[in-house]
C-alpha cells in the first residue's frame, strides 16, 4: 500500500478533497494522513468516512514533536505550516511502521492519472523530488528553489532516512517566507539533497507537476480518454495560485507566470478540476458551514466611495472584462 501525507487547514479543506479523490481514481490502495491545522478539517476528514483518509490532529504532532511546537512563536501562520512539512513525513513513518515509504503531497494538486506510475518513476530510489522546469524567461524565479515542495518522497532506508532528518532540522532552525542566502521556506534546502545524500532522483517527466509556471508552449492533448502534455501522460497537475472572484468566476493563476490559457488547457485541465472544486465546496458549505475564501469576500465592507468601488470592480469589472480577454474560468 502506497502511503502519501499533506496539511491544510478549512480554506484548503475542498481542494484536499479533490487530491484525496483523484488519488482514490488510480484504482490502487493507498493512505492520505492529513495534517489538520483546525477542528473544521478534522470534521471534514472524520465525516468523508474513507479509511484511506486519516486524520492527524496538530495536538497529536505537537505533542509528538515538542521542537517544531517550540518553533511556532517564531514562525507566522504560514511560516508555521511550510515547518511542518518534513516535521509531518517523520511522525508519518513513526506513525505507521509498515510504510516503506512516505510521500508528502501538496494539498492543491490533482492526479489526473494513477499515482503509481509516478512511484514507479522514482522505482528504488531512495528520495524522489520533482523540479519547477522554470523556462528561461522565469530564470529569475529559480532563486526560489530549483526544486518543487509538491511532490517530495522517503524511502524508509539509510539514505531516505538521512536525507528526511537532515531537512527535518534545517526547517525547525530557519524556516521563513522569505529569500536569504540560497534559503527560502521549507523549499530552497531541496537543492541540497543531491549534492549530500545518495539515492535522489529528480523526477524530470513533464506530466509530474505540470504547473502554471512550466506550462507555457507546452501541447495539451488527449488520447484514448487521457490527458497528454507534449505526448506523454499528464499523470498529476498543481494548481497553485487558483483563485476563485466571485461564485464559480476563477483566476488560474496562470497570468503571473505569463503562460497563456489556452483552450486546450481550458478544456481538459482547467475545467473538469474546477467543477470538480466546486461541487465538494457546496457539499462542504452545506454540509459543515465551510463557505469558499472569494477573493471579493476579503474586501472591506464600509460605505465609503472607495470601498464600494473596490466591491464593484473586484465582483463585477474585473470578472466581465476577464471573460472577454479569455483570462478567467466560469464554472456554471
Given at each position: 500500500m502506497d502511503h502519501?501525507?499533506?496539511?491544510?487547514?478549512?480554506?484548503?479543506?475542498?481542494?484536499?478533497?479533490?487530491?484525496?479523490?483523484?488519488?482514490?481514481?488510480?484504482?490502487?490502495?493507498?493512505?492520505?494522513?492529513?495534517?489538520?491545522?483546525?477542528?473544521?478539517?478534522?470534521?471534514?476528514?472524520?465525516?468523508?468516512?474513507?479509511?484511506?483518509?486519516v486524520?492527524?490532529?496538530?495536538?497529536?504532532?505537537?505533542?509528538?514533536?515538542?521542537?517544531?511546537?517550540?518553533?511556532?512563536?517564531?514562525?507566522?501562520?504560514?511560516?508555521?505550516?511550510?515547518?511542518?512539512?518534513?516535521?509531518?513525513?517523520?511522525?508519518?513513518?513513526?506513525?505507521v511502521p509498515a510504510a516503506e515509504r512516505m510521500t508528502y503531497l501538496d494539498a492543491d494538486l490533482y492526479?489526473?492519472?494513477?499515482?503509481a506510475a509516478v512511484l514507479a518513476?522514482?522505482?528504488?530510489?531512495?528520495?524522489?523530488?520533482?523540479?519547477?522546469?522554470?523556462?528561461?524567461?522565469?530564470a529569475e524565479r529559480?532563486?526560489?528553489?530549483?526544486?518543487?515542495?509538491?511532490?517530495?518522497?522517503?524511502?524508509?532506508?539509510?539514505?531516505?532516512?538521512?536525507?528526511?532528518?537532515w531537512w527535518r532540522e534545517r526547517c525547525l532552525e530557519w524556516c521563513h517566507d522569505r529569500l536569504d542566502q540560497g534559503r527560502f521556506a521549507d523549499q530552497g534546502y531541496l537543492d541540497e539533497f543531491p549534492r549530500r545524500f545518495g539515492g535522489v532522483r529528480v523526477l524530470d517527466h513533464p506530466g509530474i507537476n505540470a504547473a502554471p509556471w512550466n506550462m507555457a508552449g507546452v501541447a495539451v492533448t488527449a488520447a484514448d480518454g487521457a490527458v497528454q502534455v507534449n505526448g506523454r501522460p499528464l499523470w498529476f497537475y498543481h494548481f497553485q495560485g487558483i483563485r476563485e472572484l466571485v461564485p464559480g468566476c476563477f483566476e488560474p493563476g496562470l497570468r503571473a507566470y505569463g503562460t497563456a490559457l489556452t483552450p486546450a488547457l481550458r478544456a481538459l485541465v482547467y475545467l473538469p478540476y474546477l467543477r470538480k472544486l466546486v461541487a465538494v465546496q457546496d457539499r462542504l458549505a452545506a454540509a459543515h458551514g465551510l463557505a469558499p475564501r472569494r477573493h471579493s469576500a476579503r474586501l472591506h465592507a464600509g460605505g465609503s466611495v472607495r470601498d464600494r468601488w473596490e466591491r464593484f470592480k473586484a465582483g463585477w469589472l474585473l470578472p466581465h472584462y476577464g471573460r472577454l480577454r479569455g483570462q478567467l474560468l466560469f464554472v456554471p
Open positions: 502519501f501525507c499533506t496539511y491544510c487547514d478549512r480554506g484548503y479543506a475542498a481542494r484536499l478533497l479533490c487530491l484525496h479523490d483523484s488519488l482514490a481514481a488510480g484504482g490502487e490502495p493507498f493512505r492520505l494522513h492529513v495534517l489538520c491545522f483546525d477542528a473544521e478539517t478534522a470534521a471534514v476528514v472524520a465525516a468523508a468516512g474513507r479509511d484511506s483518509l486524520a492527524i490532529p496538530l495536538a497529536e504532532l505537537l505533542k509528538a514533536e515538542p521542537d517544531y511546537a517550540a518553533v511556532r512563536a517564531q514562525r507566522t501562520p504560514v511560516e508555521f505550516y511550510f515547518t511542518a512539512t518534513p516535521v509531518l513525513v517523520r511522525h508519518c513513518l513513526r506513525r492526479f489526473f492519472g494513477s499515482a518513476e522514482q522505482g528504488g530510489a531512495s528520495v524522489g523530488i520533482v523540479p519547477h522546469r522554470f523556462p528561461d524567461r522565469l529559480r532563486q526560489y528553489g530549483t526544486y518543487n515542495v509538491a511532490w517530495v518522497s522517503f524511502r524508509r532506508d539509510p539514505d531516505g532516512l538521512a536525507c528526511l532528518e
